[in-house]
């Protein structure tokens, strides 16, 4: 009888596989955001309820403490119904009274990102504004945190530029929301009287915290880019494309305060990348020069008559200890030390402890 052959080729079943496997993850996903949109109602109709009882019938605060006694006999399996978590029920409920924009808006964020909101964000238009953020831009609860704690609402569009008279309506509009001012470099540590060339290196080894930063669109294109004109090089500092604005955007990085000669040299600049590297739809190309400091004025004035799209943004870094502090540092091996030495004293304290069986 003939060997029959396999009705799955290896590469069909693979295929079969993977399709299978995307369907599960598809499912997966629209599972939790369907399990989060109920969450979310429930605890904003929890929270409603409290509120209600609490203004029309003069509850006091304590019915918090015995609804989650109750509520947690009733329910052990679940760790939701803590006094701690039913106050930010009655907070969520208190910030949020529609509840069309609840079930519209916020059932799209995990409940851990409105906790941290409603501790640290008062104003409910900043509050809509992150919420809008992590929903757009898909942020972990730590991101929206480093988010908040970084003032990124306070910086967005703050940026002094050219671009309303330079740059088409709606593009004009969203290229200015997508600089900041100022930038926020704290995960890089370099002396003030480090040269470009560090800052660039800087950036580009945690080129991962330098995007989160830019914001959503960004695509690193290249350090140090070069072009050529007329048989002589030039070289880019940072060169980007913003999937967005359809865009090259140019970063020239100053370790000092602005200088009107920036503003010409970026003018030069992208003019060349419009010319040498933009095709067919492309916009065009924007440039944002970083400086340490700049002077208001000085910068308008720099920008006045410019055709080219240009913004001038400042920065701020986690600066390095002077070395007279640096030295009264301990050491890593001096660190370790003193762990080791911690953690034998406290398993004697354990073992001389009342009430310990020796």
């Known amino acids: 009888m003939p060997r029959q052959t396999s009705l799955f080729p290896e590469e069909h079943y693979n295929t079969f596989l993977s399709d299978l496997k995307s369907r599960i993850r598809r499912s997966q996903v629209l599972a939790a955001t369907a399990l989060n949109k109920e969450v979310i109602l429930l605890y904003w109709q929890i929270g409603g309820e409290i509120l209600k009882r609490q203004k029309q019938q003069g509850w006091g605060s304590k019915v918090i403490d015995r609804l989650a006694k109750d509520l947690k006999q009733e329910f052990p399996d679940i760790s939701g119904f803590s006094p701690r978590n039913l106050k930010y029920m009655r907070s969520f409920a208190e910030a949020y009274p529609d509840q069309e924009i609840v079930q519209q808006l916020l059932h799209k964020v995990p409940w851990g990102h409105h906790v941290r909101l409603l501790d640290s964000v008062k104003d409910p238009q900043q509050r809509l504004w992150y919420i809008h953020q992590t929903i757009e831009n898909g942020w972990s609860r730590n991101v929206l945190i480093l988010q908040i704690d970084s003032g990124l609402y306070q910086r967005q569009g703050e940026a002094i530029t050219n671009f309303e008279t330079t740059l088409p309506s709606p593009q004009s509009d969203l290229a200015q929301q997508l600089i900041k001012d100022p930038y926020n470099f704290d995960f890089l540590t370099i002396s003030k009287d480090a040269q470009e060339r560090e800052l660039e290196r800087g950036l580009i080894e945690h080129i991962r915290d330098f995007l989160l930063e830019l914001g959503v669109g960004f695509s690193f294109m290249g350090s140090q880019y070069p072009l050529e004109i007329d048989g002589k090089e030039y070289r880019l500092d940072l060169l ?73 943004s400042t920065y701020r870094l986690g600066e390095k200890l002077p070395p007279q502090y640096q030295k ?31």
């Open 240 to 312: 980007f494309y913003h999937a967005r604005l359809h865009s090259y955007v140019v970063l020239d990085l100053k370790m000092g305060e602005f200088e009107p000669a920036f503003s010409g040299q970026m003018n030069f600049y992208i003019s060349a990348v419009n010319h040498t590297l933009c095709t067919e739809g492309d916009n065009p190309t924007i440039g944002i020069i970083l400086c340490r400091s700049k002077s208001k004025t000085t910068v308008e004035f720099a920008l006045d008559t410019l055709r080219n799209p240009i913004g001038v």
């Open 328 to 358: 009264g540092l301990p050491t890593a091996e001096q660190l370790e030390m003193e762990l080791e030495i911690a953690i034998q004293e406290i398993g004697e304290w354990d073992t001389e402890a009342p009430g310990t069986s020796g």
